[in-house]
C-alpha cells in the first residue's frame, strides 16, 4: 500500500539545531528501521554534516539577500550599486577652506605668494594637514623702512597631485584608476593632447548619456574603496580619446572634517616664500566634510527621488541644498514663486569657542549657487542667507539624589543640557521647549529633581517654550545650575 504521509517542510528552520531536528524528524517516516539517534551512529553524523553545510549555505542566502535592499545592505559596494540604480551619487570628501593671514620681514619690497603656496599645521604625534593657496597673493612694502606688511588669501585644504593616469587605446568606455585618494569632490581636472599641439581640458559631467559624440566629457565613480574611477565615452555619448593619446589629470587629494582645523594652528610654511616670516589662520577652517556614510546613503538616496533633480516646492530647495558639500541644514522661505530665500548652515555650524557664528564660506555658497542653477525654475531667484544663531540660557535648581556625589552629576547634567542644543539634532525654526530640557536633566542617574527657573533667549528671563522664526537657529547660551544635595567632597 502506498505511503500517503505528507512531509511537512519548515521553511523557517534556518540554523544548524532546526535543520538537524527536521532531518532526523523526517527520517522517522522515511527510514522507519533507523531508530539509532547516538552521536557515534554514522547516519547521524552525515544528518550533522548536511545541517553544518545548511546552516552556512541559509546564511549566505540571507547575507545576499539583504545586499539587494538599501536598508538591509551592509557592504559599501551594495550600497553604492543601488544608490547608483537610484541615480543618486553620494557626496565625496570636501575640503576646508581658511583665510591665512602672511607677514613680510620688516624692509621687504612688495612680494607675490603664488598660487598653490603650501602651508601646514605642526606634526604633534599626528600627520600634518596642508592647505593650499587658491590665488596669487600680493604684498605691499617697501625697502626704505622696517615697517612689515601682511596680507590674506583663501586657502583650501589639500595637496595638489598631476599623475598620466594611462593612454588611450581607443577603445569606447575606456576607465582609468586615480592612484591617490580620497579625491576631493570637484578638484578632477582631465586634460590631453590629442595630436594638435595643444591640450584640450576634458569637462567633468554627471551623465554621459547626456552628451553628444564629440563631446569632450568624462565622469567619475568612487567605488567601495573610495578610490576614484575615471570613465569616458562610446562614441555616441561623449567622445572616445583618440588612441594612444596619454591622459592626464590634475586633482586634490584630502578633504574631510579633520580639515577643520582651529584657529592659530596653520603656522608651517611648506612653500618657502622669500621674505614672509610668518603665517596663520586668525579663524577657524569650516566647510570639511566626510565623504558620505552608509546610513547618510541610505537616508539620502530616497530623499532624491523626491526631489527628482529639480526644485518645485520648498522642501525640494532644501533637499537639493543639503546634497552640495559643506551644507548641513537648510531651511527655505518664499511668498512668491518667483523668489526664494534658502538659509544655509554649515557642517558644524553654531558659534565657535570664541563665540562668533560660523556660516557657509563663499566658495560653498558658490556652489550651491551652481548646483542649483539648472534645477530651479526659469523665472526663479535663489537669495542664500545665512541663519541667525540665537543662543537659549537655561537656569534651573538641581537636588541630588543622597547616594551620589554633587558635582559629578552636576557635571552631567550641564553637558545633558547642552546637548539638547546639538547641532546636528536642531533644526532651523524650531521650537525650544520645556519638556525637552527637564527630560535631558533627568535622563542622568543621580538626579533627584530640579526646577527650571529661567528658560529663554539669551539674556532674556522667564520659563517658557521659546518658539524660533524660520530664520533661527538655536544654540546654546548661559547653562547655570544651583546646586544642592549628594555626598559633597572636599
Known amino acids: 500500500m502506498a505511503d500517503n504521509t505528507v512531509l511537512v517542510v519548515d521553511y523557517t528552520s534556518r540554523d544548524y539545531a532546526a535543520f538537524r531536528d527536521d532531518m532526523l524528524a523526517n527520517a522517522t517516516t522515511l527510514l522507519p528501521e533507523w531508530t539509532s539517534r547516538s552521536s557515534n551512529d554514522f547516519g547521524v553524523v552525515l544528518v550533522e554534516l548536511f545541517a553544518y553545510m545548511g546552516d552556512i549555505l541559509s546564511f549566505y542566502g540571507d547575507r545576499i539577500a539583504n545586499e539587494a535592499f538599501l536598508q538591509t545592505a551592509t557592504q559599501r559596494s551594495s550600497v553604492l550599486s543601488i544608490a547608483a540604480m537610484l541615480d543618486y551619487r553620494p557626496n565625496g570628501t570636501a575640503a576646508a577652506s581658511a583665510t591665512l593671514t602672511f607677514t613680510t620681514a620688516p624692509g621687504t619690497a612688495a612680494i607675490t605668494i603664488p598660487a598653490g603656496t603650501r602651508v601646514s599645521t605642526l606634526a604633534l604625534g599626528t600627520e600634518p594637514i596642508y592647505f593650499e593657496t587658491n590665488v596669487d ?15 590674506t588669501v583663501l586657502a583650501t585644504e589639500g595637496i ?13 568606455g575606456q576607465e582609468y584608476l586615480l592612484t591617490q585618494s580620497p579625491v576631493i569632490e570637484n578638484s578632477l581636472d582631465v586634460y590631453m593632447d590629442e595630436g594638435s599641439g595643444s591640450i584640450t581640458v576634458w569637462q567633468w559631467v554627471d551623465h554621459l548619456i547626456e552628451w553628444g559624440a564629440g563631446d569632450r566629457v568624462f565622469t567619475t565613480l568612487a567605488d567601495e574603496n573610495n578610490v ?6 562610446d562614441g555616441v555619448n561623449g567622445k572616445i580619446p583618440v588612441a594612444l593619446t596619454a591622459i592626464q589629470a590634475g586633482y586634490r587629494v584630502g578633504g574631510g572634517d579633520i580639515g577643520n582645523v582651529g584657529p592659530g594652528t596653520l603656522t608651517t610654511l611648506d612653500s ?55 551644507i548641513a541644514k537648510a531651511n527655505a522661505l518664499s511668498a512668491v514663486y518667483t523668489s526664494v530665500t534658502l538659509y544655509i548652515a554649515p557642517l558644524g555650524g553654531g558659534l565657535d569657542a570664541s563665540g562668533s557664528p560660523i556660516y557657509v564660506n563663499s566658495a560653498v555658497k558658490q556652489n550651491v549657487r551652481n548646483y542649483l542653477a539648472s534645477r530651479v525654475p526659469a523665472p526663479t531667484t535663489v537669495t542664500l542667507a545665512d541663519p541667525t544663531y540665537v543662543q537659549i540660557d537655561v537656569l534651573f535648581n ?3 539624589a543622597p547616594q551620589y556625589n554633587q558635582k559629578t552629576v552636576e557635571a552631567a547634567v550641564l553637558t545633558a543640557v547642552s546637548n539638547v542644543f546639538d547641532f546636528d539634532d536642531a533644526q532651523f525654526g524650531e521650537r525650544v521647549t520645556l519638556g525637552a530640557v527637564y527630560s535631558a536633566i533627568n535622563s542622568v542617574i543621580g538626579v533627584g529633581y530640579a526646577t527650571i527657573t529661567t528658560l529663554a533667549r539669551h539674556g532674556g528671563s522667564g520659563v517658557a517654550d521659546v518658539q524660533l522664526a524660520a530664520n533661527e537657529f538655536p ?16
Request: glycine share 12%; net charge negative; no cysteine.
Open 137 to 151: 597673493l600680493t604684498i605691499a612694502g617697501t625697502t626704505a623702512t622696517p615697517n612689515v606688511f601682511t596680507g
Open 160 to 172: 595638489t597631485v598631476y599623475e598620466t593616469i594611462g593612454t588611450s587605446d581607443g577603445t569606447a
Open 228 to 233: 576614484t574611477h575615471v570613465i569616458f565615452g
Open 272 to 326: 618657502p616664500v622669500t621674505g614672509v616670516i610668518s603665517v596663520t589662520n586668525a579663524q577657524a577652517a569650516t566647510g570639511g566634510q566626510n565623504a558620505e556614510t552608509l546610513d547618510q546613503i541610505r537616508v539620502s538616496a530616497p530623499q532624491s527621488l523626491i526631489a527628482l533633480n529639480r526644485a518645485v516646492t520648498l522642501s525640494d530647495y532644501e533637499s537639493l541644498a543639503t546634497s552640495v558639500p559643506g
Open 398 to 400: 538641581l537636588v541630588v
Open 475 to 490: 544654540v546654546v547660551g548661559t547653562v547655570t545650575s544651583t546646586t544642592s544635595g549628594g555626598i559633597v567632597l572636599g
